[in-house]
Nanobody
Framework: QVQLVESGGGLVQAGESLRLSCTAS????????MAWFRQAPGKEREFVAA????????YYADSVKGRFIISRDNAKNTVSLQMNSLEPEDTAVYYC???????????????WGQGTQVTVSS
């Protein structure tokens, strides 16, 4: 009973920045860690970044380290992804995901958004 909705996608040129947001609704008290994934046409879904429930534990994929920043605001039930120095290779549908609060140790995400398109032109 958790719904995730992404926003902020769009078309930008290489080198520019974009900020994605994800808003959770429903049984938000049940949400633990949150993350961003992406999937380009013809490619597998790829992990981008994750943040623990309190915001103290953060992981990034090597491909985005130093360029992307994940953050969350539990009071607003949101998680954001600040994407800097975007490259054409970052073009994908970006998905917000969340774990159930009791899901601490697994890599499985229990709730997913519908995705938002990010297109980076060269």
């Amino acid at each position: 009973q958790v719904q995730l909705v992404e926003s902020g996608g769009g078309l930008v040129q290489a080198g520019e920045s974009l900020r994605l947001s994800c808003t959770a609704s429903g049984r938000t008290f049940s949400i633990g860690a949150m993350a961003w994934f992406r999937q380009a046409p013809g490619k597998e879904r790829e992990f981008v970044a994750a943040i623990g429930r309190s915001g103290g534990t953060i992981y990034y994929a090597d491909s985005v380290k130093g360029r992307f920043i994940i953050s969350r605001d539990n009071a607003k039930n949101t998680v954001s992804l600040q994407m800097n120095s975007l490259e054409p290779e970052d073009t994908a549908v970006y998905y917000c995901a969340a774990k159930a609060r009791e899901n601490i140790a697994t890599m499985k995400y229990d709730y997913w958004g519908q995705g938002t398109q990010v297109t980076v032109s060269s």
